[in-house]
Every structure is written in C-alpha cells, then in structure tokens.
C-alpha cells in the first residue's frame, strides 16, 4: 500500500476536511479527493461519509486511523531528524507563549533532557495561540502550549491551569491612584497610564470587562511584546499593568508593586496542552504531556 495514500489519510481523518487536508499537505483538494478514493478503492470499504460540512469516518475509517497513523508519525519523525543524528535520543519540539512556555514548561522539561533511555533533545518555538495550532497541525511541532482551545478531531486538548490576573503598579504610582471605587467597583484610572503587550490591550480589556464590566479607561501609554518587559516597565513607575500572578509572584512579595485591585473572582485565563490525535502513542511526547501536567499542579 502506498504510504502517501495512508498519509494523506491521517490527515483527512484528523482535520475533518479534505480542504483543510489539502492546506496541510499542500495539495489540491481534487488531489486528496482522488488520493482518498484510490485508498477506498484498494480496501473496498468507505473510509469517510461525506457532510455538508467536512467529513466523518467511518467505523473502517476509524479503525485504520487507529492503527496507521502512529506509525506514519514515526516515520516523519525519522525522516525530519535525519538518520546521521543518534537515533537513540528523539526530539521533541515544543510551541507556546513565549513567557509561560519559558517560565514553566521549558524549567520543567529540561529535567526529562539527561542521558537515560527515555530521554529526549528538546526544541522550543514561541508564538500566539493561532500560530502555535496552526504549527502544530502542519506537523511543525510536537506539543503545543495554547490559551485556546482548538476545534475539530485534528488536534486533542487538555487543560494544564489556570493562570489568575492581577492589577498592579509601582509603590509610588499606586499611592496617587484614588482608593475609592466607582461604577461597579471601578477605580479612578481615567489618567493612569497602561502598559500592555498590543495596541488593542488584550489583558487590560479583558480585566477590564470581566471585573469592572467596562472598557479601559485610557489607551496604552507603553507597549511591549513581553510580559516580562510589561513587568520591568510596571516596577520603572510607567504605568499599571495586568499581569499573570506567576510572573509577578516575586515583585508583589517584594514590594516592587501593588495590587490595586482585588475582585471577589480574579479574571483567570486557561492553558491547554495540546496535541495532534493519535500521536501521544509516540513514547516522547506521552512522556512530556504526562509530566507537564503533572508539574502544572504547582504552577498557577
């Protein structure tokens, strides 16, 4: 049997969607089409009924997805390490936001790095959540680090924890910020400058409308693309912040900054560990999942 035809297969069973297949492998659709039709032909069974909507396995369908698509991640796997490399020592490559993947995930792997039989090299890429999916479905990255979680059979989540926001400033920028709330315990910040990570302050609005039911009431004054540079700027004076408690842990224990606010129900952000389906029979990544999650029980 053709290997191209099971992996183009895999694909389809994991995507749902001959189109979405076709982007993945970079194919036309009528090429998966056809690939699909000559893999039914050989085994003379349907391995999808077609919807309005994407596609849905048969029992056949299913049962083959089971058993191949395992093995043909192997073989990628071994095709994309190159056989010059130890073969004993697999690469996992790793993708997700680069300040948690660095301040958690990654402390956290690197002890399943040494020189045992179930070790493994480890490779990291940092990204959004729509770029680390999309990487991970293409086949780029092993395990996903995501704050969404993906739809569809192709990709399998599970939550890792939860991350609580806190509203913080420096010592000095908190004692002229009034104390009294307003309109549904908002404070007064109408002329406190904001530090985020985007122009379209996607914690502070999210703070914002969860605590406060209400927008920002000024634009960012300092915008950096690092939490820990939102971080740095907070401790430097220049502004409020909302950052994940993880990461300002040390500052707040310090004294470095504040709390300014503190809700009834902090506003909390999940993280998922994600795969592609099927692929946690791979020894490698089962191992790092079930450590991750492990390990995540201490985290947030």
Not at 20 to 42: K, Y
Not at 86 to 114: C, I, K, V, Y
Request: glycine content about 6%.
């Amino acid at each position: 049997m053709d290997l191209a035809l099971l992996r183009t297969f895999v694909t389809v069973h994991r995507a749902g969607s001959f189109t979405r297949a076709a982007a993945l492998l970079g194919l036309s659709q009528p090429a998966v089409t056809s690939q699909i039709r000559t893999l039914e032909r050989q085994l003379g069974r349907p391995l999808f009924l077609r919807q309005a909507r994407g596609v849905t396995p048969t029992s056949i369908g299913d049962e083959l997805a089971h058993k191949a698509a395992p093995h043909l991640d192997a073989l990628v796997e071994i095709t994309e390490t190159g056989l010059d490399e130890d073969s004993s020592l697999r690469t996992l490559h790793l993708a997700g936001p680069r300040e948690f993947t660095a301040e958690r995930a990654l402390p956290a792997l690197t002890e399943l790095t040494g020189e045992d039989s179930q070790s493994f090299a480890l490779r990291a890429s940092f990204g959004n959540a729509e770029e680390t999916l999309e990487g991970l479905a293409a086949g780029h990255h092993d395990l996903a680090i995501s704050t969404a979680r993906p739809r569809g059979a192709l990709l399998t989540a599970t939550p890792l924890c939860d991350e609580e926001h806190v509203l913080v400033a420096a010592p000095g920028l908190a004692e002229r910020i009034p104390g009294k709330p307003r309109r549904k315990g908002a404070l007064a910040l109408e002329n406190v400058p904001v530090i985020e990570v985007h122009e379209s302050l996607p914690f502070v609005s999210r703070y914002w409308a969860a605590v406060f039911d209400s927008r920002p009431p000024t634009p960012g004054t300092v915008i950096v693309p690092d939490l820990r540079a939102v971080l740095a700027c907070a401790v430097a004076g220049a502004g409020l912040a909302v950052l994940p408690r993880y990461l300002c842990a040390a500052a707040l224990e310090h004294g470095d900054v504040l709390a300014l606010h503190d809700p009834a129900v902090p506003p909390l952000r999940t993280y998922f560990l994600v795969v592609r389906t099927g692929t946690l029979a791979m020894p490698h990544i089962a191992r790092a999942h079930d450590w991750l999650l492990r390990s995540a029980a201490d985290w947030c």
